[in-house]
């Protein structure tokens, strides 16, 4: 049995956007998540008393770890979610992990554009390229695979590995990176929206626990890529 059935319920806190998302799950049916389109800065205002609202008729206690987007995104909502998903793993003793923005875009596309069938043979990469400043792309590049061990109720054993990590490139560069790639992938262009890549932090988080992780508060730290100038 795992430990998270035992441990209950795992938190999800995305504010690397305009959006803030919040997930909650005991992964065994019990899940939810809820988005607040286009806080921005005024996230930090909302932030804790939505948390208090939403976690309920859950509790604190009831946790057994947090996931958080670390980014990238924008400068003070990442640094945002993160001090606060840092504080609650901290003072509640539990592991907290941080999850690139990018991934969990990545990771929430898989189904629509990777059948089921798909992941049992040699499915594409998924290319991710993001807006940043000064005309710069935040990119990453992600391949789907499947393994065994992951496989339960909850989920297909699919799992999400980084082939090229978070970084900021020119749009040539990312151009002449994408036109080198030697493997087969699938393009997404984020404009948007990422409040509701919540869930998709807390699944993603999921696998890393059921490997064994269990990351420490102070390990967590914000990807930025750019200065906020």
Do not use: C
Not at 12 to 34: E, M, V, Y
Not at 155 to 162: E, F, I, K, P, Q
Not at 194 to 223: C, H, M, V
């Amino acid at each position: 049995m795992s430990n998270i059935a035992v441990l209950s319920y795992a938190l999800a806190i995305h504010t690397a956007s305009p959006d803030l998302g919040l997930a909650l799950s005991n992964f065994a049916g019990d899940d939810r998540s809820q988005i607040w389109a286009g806080l921005g800065r005024d996230s930090s205002n909302y932030l804790h008393s939505h948390l208090a609202e939403f976690i309920q008729p859950q509790t604190w206690i009831n946790l057994a770890f947090i996931a958080v987007a670390k980014g990238p995104g924008g400068f003070t909502g990442t640094r945002l979610g993160v001090v606060t998903a840092r504080t609650l793993a901290q003072q509640l003793t539990i592991p907290l992990f941080a999850i690139s923005t990018l991934a969990a875009v990545a990771w929430g596309a898989r189904s629509s554009i990777l059948p089921s069938a798909v992941l049992q043979a040699n499915p594409p990469d998924i290319a991710v390229q993001m807006p940043a400043h000064r005309g710069e792309l935040y990119t990453a590049i992600y391949s789907i695979r499947v393994l065994p061990d992951l496989k339960s109720d909850w989920s297909d054993g699919s799992t999400l590995v980084t082939r090229l990590p978070d970084s900021v490139m020119a749009i040539e560069q990312w151009q002449k990176t994408l036109d080198s790639w030697e493997d087969p992938y699938h393009l997404i262009q984020v404009e948007g929206g990422l409040g509701e890549t919540a869930l998709n932090l807390l699944e993603l988080a999921y696998k890393d626990w059921q490997q064994g992780q269990r990351p420490i508060w102070s390990d967590a730290l914000p990807f930025y890529g750019q200065s906020p100038v």
